[in-house]
């Protein structure tokens, strides 16, 4: 797709329009005030956002102008540090950094960004597992063993195949909200984007161990072997009924 113009939008959260860092900060804040730093995802996304505000992030847009299920868009709305419910299991739910839900000629398109500077995508599969057995141990009313199996149910993979262990478990559960959200909207079209942030700040061999990290998870969860390039998507791949493309955008701050 080749973008012509910048369909209408805004950023909001909840019923409250964002205009600003400053909104998004009062309104949006990441999970722990100490993530909000220069050089650190959440404050970088949210200068992003409001420097090309009342358009869409332009990374971001150029992104999901290369998914070739998804025509020029109507119209999209952005929402960050949303919480999406991906199963019925009691405890906290996945929380997204940006829900974007935009509309084409079809219908609806759901996109699930994940900002990162050089942060990891969270524990390892296996690491998580262990913690989730020991919770389940001291409270047997602990659901977080529940909903790992349920993942890996939904993947159709297994913590005794090679190298499943080392898969992160924030990669899941983000594309388990894309299509969480996706379904509960009644599309069909899922989109999981990384939003990689380069600052002065970041360091390149921990982008790399990211790289590295996403292309495992299509390998082993999503079983392709391709590379997903700065703007570039990749997909479909089909699950529960639903077409689900990775995607990477790259900010330069």
């Known amino acids: 797709m080749t973008i012509t ?38 404050k970088e996304s949210a200068r992003a956002w409001m420097a090309a505000a009342p358009r869409m ?3 971001i847009e150029r992104t999901i102008a290369a998914c070739p299920d998804v025509g020029p868009l109507l119209r999209w709305r952005a929402e960050p540090e949303a919480r999406v419910p991906i199963d019925t299991f009691r405890g906290e739910q996945p929380n997204i950094d940006v829900l974007l839900v935009a509309d084409d000629e079809r219908g609806p398109v759901v996109v699930v960004i994940e900002a990162k500077a050089d942060e990891t995508f969270g524990d390892q599969l296996a690491d998580r597992y262990r913690s989730a057995k020991a919770a389940r141990a001291s409270n047997p009313r602990s ?16 913590l005794g195949q090679p190298r499943v262990p080392q898969l992160r478990y ?5 594309v388990a909200a894309a299509l969480a959200e ?6 069909d079209r899922a989109l999981f984007v990384v939003h990689e942030f380069v600052t002065s700040l970041t360091r390149s061999d921990r982008r790399e161990r990211n790289a590295a990290d ?7 969860a999503l079983h392709s072997d391709t590379y997903v390039g700065d703007g570039e ?12 493309y990775v995607g990477k955008a790259r ?3």
């Open 5 to 42: 113009s910048s369909p209408e939008g805004y950023v909001h959260k909840g019923s409250r329009p964002l205009t600003s860092v400053d909104d998004w900060r009062r309104f949006a804040p990441p999970k722990r005030e100490v993530h909000w730093k220069d050089g650190r995802s959440a």
């Open 57 to 59: 992030q332009p990374d």
């Open 143 to 158: 659901k977080a063993l529940d909903r790992i199996e349920a993942l890996l149910d939904r993947f159709r993979v297994d």
């Open 170 to 174: 924030q990669l899941f559960t983000a």
């Open 182 to 187: 996706a379904e509960r909207r009644s599309s």
């Open 214 to 220: 996403l292309g495992r998870f299509l390998s082993i």
């Open 233 to 244: 998507v990749a997909g479909p791949f089909h699950i529960q009924g639903l077409s689900l």
């Open 251 to 253: 900010t330069l701050a």
